[in-house]
């Protein structure tokens, strides 16, 4: 096989391709399609009237009504970080191009990340996974009437580069680091020339490939704010499968189905209410009193509490979510890896997924996420043996080890695992003292990498080994363990121009073989996700990101 071949094979599908599997899946009992995105106009905090014909979308009818836990800090992408409620909504209501497939991970329908399929672009394919062609449907426009072309596409990543934030991060692995690299070919093509044959590129730019609506933009530009910054971020934007028509801060935002999008692939839900419930306990009150239809947001206990309640129900699919546990390998006690080792034997693994997360979790034996494509269960040869773990803390000296472990303090589920891990330790010689911190707090110390042993959670947005590597390698902003090591660092390097599949894999293995001898991090869990629902609610597919899909939703 050559290198680029694995490449041309999973190339985004045309329009044809992308509607034969949505029919598929229609046929195996989900609703699907192939991306989503919603649109907006108006000011936020007034209703916004929507432009185009004003019809709904064929299939989609009915009202849901989800109780959110905040409202959007921003209504810019570009600039919006560790915002988990805007970027779900943004990932509904920005005209995305190209979007994950769907696909079975335990019987429960999950976002495919192996298959990438059009949306607002009618194809987006490479010959050689440097050089991609998008090309744009053909009479597609924005709720504004204005046509979405390619120098919407154009302007809307010279804007990204320009914020040297989001976008313009994730770009940089694929090789794209210049607004040069861009290029519009006519009003519906445009190229992306990467500096190198990337891997990553399809699944990049599903997380990257969003547009503004270039004209409406312009005209709220300044000489001083020439991107509009400050006007994008209090109002929505527009041109996806939802459109934006009415939004007030703090309380409420209404998504109506866009009536331009195709109707094949279009929301099956014709209006989406969001209410915001900041509080746990009125938001699980709106539930059981019937006032809305699904919460976000929502602690393991306070669903755990729905339970029984008449008339609602919990979706539970399977999850990429990683729950571990970092050691900080730079600074005594856990610079010395036999006692790295001996914590790893030490874990009460089975106890922590069934009294943390009552079975529904899955524990993973590699710090690479089970179904990600790699995963090897020798990445992490450790069980629960108390014997092996005192024999490795005798080989070590057996050191007075009084230690933290901490977790983040409004974390119940982190909270428990902190107290087991710290039994557990107590009986190897390692105090360990669970340690609750504020999530300033937590940030400045994580910053600092000056935690001893604490408890994280995590999701990849890239369903692939070489993006969460990248988190790693030495001095990388999230390896909060300090870990160094010339070979996964020289692994992880020729992963970013390797596109051979088997090549890949073998670097996977080499670099999971590396983690299980130098034991960094010790992954503890992977839960199963759970949302609260109403008994009416279908449809739902599990996102690999971690931001719900709202046009696979229906109700009745």
């Given amino acids: 096989m050559s290198s680029h071949s694995s490449l041309r094979s999973r190339r985004v599908r045309t329009r044809a391709a992308g509607a034969a599997v949505i029919a598929a899946l229609l046929l195996g009992g989900c609703a699907a399609g192939s991306n989503q995105s919603s649109t907006t106009s108006g000011t936020a905090g007034s209703a916004a009237g929507t432009s185009g014909s004003g019809s709904a979308p064929a299939g989609a ?70 050089l991609w062609t998008l090309k744009l449907r053909e009479g597609a426009k924005f709720p504004s009437g204005n046509p979405i072309t390619a120098e919407d596409v154009k302007w809307s990543k010279d804007r990204a580069f320009a914020a040297k934030a989001n976008v313009a991060g994730v770009y940089s692995l694929i090789g794209l680091t210049d607004p040069s690299q861009i290029t519009v070919v006519d009003d519906r093509t445009v190229t992306f020339q990467q500096a190198f044959p990337s891997a990553l590129s399809e699944q990049i730019q599903a997380i990257s490939l969003f547009i ?42 209404v998504l109506t189905a866009n009536p331009d999008y195709p109707a094949e692939d279009g929301p099956k839900t014709q209006t989406i209410r969001l209410t915001v419930a900041s509080d746990p306990a009125a938001e699980s009150l709106l539930l059981r009193n019937g006032d809305v239809d699904i919460a976000l947001g929502l602690g393991r206990q306070e669903i755990a509490d729905l339970s029984g309640v008449n008339g609602l129900t919990t979706i539970t699919s399977p999850s990429n979510e990683m729950i571990s546990m970092p050691m900080n390998v730079a600074a005594a006690p ?72 901490v977790y983040a303090a409004e974390s119940g589920e982190q909270q428990q695992i902190a107290v087991l891990v710290s039994d557990a330790l107590a009986k190897i010689g390692i105090t360990a003292t ?76 080499q670099i999971q073989q590396q983690f299980a001898t130098d034991v960094p991090v010790i992954p503890l869990a992977q839960p199963d996700f759970v949302l609260p629902v109403a008994d009416s609610v279908g449809g739902y597919v599990q996102p690999v990101d971690g931001l719900i899909r709202l046009r696979y939703l229906t109700k009745g």
Avoid at 222 to 248: H, R
């Fill in 61 to 130: 009818s009915g009202e849901l009504r989800i109780a959110i836990p905040a409202y959007p800090g921003s209504w810019d992408q570009d600039f919006v970080a560790f915002d988990p409620v805007a970027l779900a909504v943004f990932k509904n209501v920005y005209p995305y191009l190209v979007d994950y497939g769907v696909t079975q991970v335990d019987g429960k329908p999950v976002m495919d990340t192996a298959t990438i399929l059009p949306a607002w672009a009618e194809s987006f394919t490479s010959t050689d996974g440097a």
């Fill in 212 to 253: 503004y609506d270039s004209k409406k933009m312009k005209e709220h530009a300044t000489d001083a704010d020439p991107w509009a910054k400050e006007w994008a971020a209090q109002n929505p934007s527009d041109g996806g499968l939802y459109n934006v028509s009415a939004a007030t801060p703090g309380q409420e935002i």
């Fill in 434 to 509: 669970p340690t609750p911190l504020d999530a300033a707090t937590l940030g400045q110390r994580r910053a600092a990498k000056d935690i001893p042993l604490q408890i994280t959670s995590g999701q990849q947005w890239v369903n692939d080994v070489e993006y969460l590597m990248n988190g790693w390698t030495t001095g990388a902003y999230l390896n909060w363990s300090n870990y160094s090591n010339p070979t996964v660092d020289a692994a992880v390097e020729k992963s970013h121009t390797t596109t051979d599949s088997a090549e890949r894999t073998a670097l996977w293995t």
């Fill in 334 to 405: 856990f610079d010395n890896p036999q006692v790295r080792q001996a914590v790893a034997l030490a874990v009460p693994y089975d106890s922590i997924i069934s009294s943390v997360y009552n079975g529904g979790a899955r524990r993973p034996k590699s710090i690479v996420p089970i179904d990600m494509p790699g995963y090897s269960e020798a990445g992490f040869p450790y069980d629960t043996d108390l014997d092996k773990a005192k024999a490795l803390m005798a080989q070590a000296g057996n050191p007075a080890i009084t230690t933290q472990i």
